[in-house]
């Protein structure tokens, strides 16, 4: 198998696993036990998956990926506000080519301030919400985290008109651990001045 396939095969590997992680998620009436599963099946994909952002010789891959202890004060259902239709966004997506993506609601956070709502319309489309808090260049990656991205799987729940949110499950992007990814990052619309310390940090 030539080196292109066995990259593709890895790929589709990798979201796979990152789906079945989510599902677990999902399927776990307790949000702190369901995130503590969530860590270590995260620190097992990034250890020892071919498609791991981190570096051979990185440290993360036999200590974890650091994150601050749950909080349950953290989740909650938030109202997928209507906005103002806008032009869709574009931006560099590095080996994926240039990305698109429109925004489609607002939520508020009981911490303070809001954040965009945003739709992919790469990878079969899906919710994106990334997120830059007052930790960002201290005591997590300066440019955000994500929140949800669901073409990716990473979908916590919801109805019609609103969108479960736990910000204890905000997780770094892969351009965090390599420059070899070029990731979207959080828009001024989706910073917050509060300090969200859940969720992944350096």
């Not at 301030?113 to 300066?142: A, C, E, K, N």
């Not at 651990?177 to 989706?190: G, H, S, V």
């Amino acid at each position: 198998m030539d080196r292109m396939a066995s990259s593709s095969l890895s790929l589709v590997d990798w979201r796979r696993r990152v789906h079945e992680i989510y599902a677990a998620v999902r399927a776990d009436p307790d949000p702190a036990s369901a995130h503590a599963g969530w860590r270590a099946a995260r620190d097992e994909l990034f250890a020892h998956h071919w498609q791991s952002p981190l570096l051979p010789d990185d440290p993360l891959r036999t200590d974890g990926l650091p994150c601050w202890p749950y909080d349950p004060a953290l989740r909650f259902e938030a109202d997928l506000h209507d906005v103002d239709v806008a032009e869709p966004r574009l931006f560099d997506g590095g080996d994926d080519g240039e990305l698109q993506m429109r925004l489609v609601g607002r939520v508020e956070l009981p911490i303070g301030g809001t954040l965009d709502v945003w739709w992919l319309h790469q990878y079969g489309g899906g919710i994106f919400v990334p997120l830059r808090d007052g930790t960002s260049g201290d005591g997590s990656y300066g440019g955000g985290r994500y929140l949800l991205d669901t073409a990716k799987g990473s979908w916590l729940g919801g109805t019609d008109g609103t969108i479960t949110l736990d910000l204890n499950f905000a997780y770094h992007p892969s351009c965090r651990y390599n420059p070899r990814w070029t990731c979207p990052l959080a828009p001024a619309d989706n910073t917050i001045s509060a300090r969200v310390e859940a969720g992944e940090r350096l």
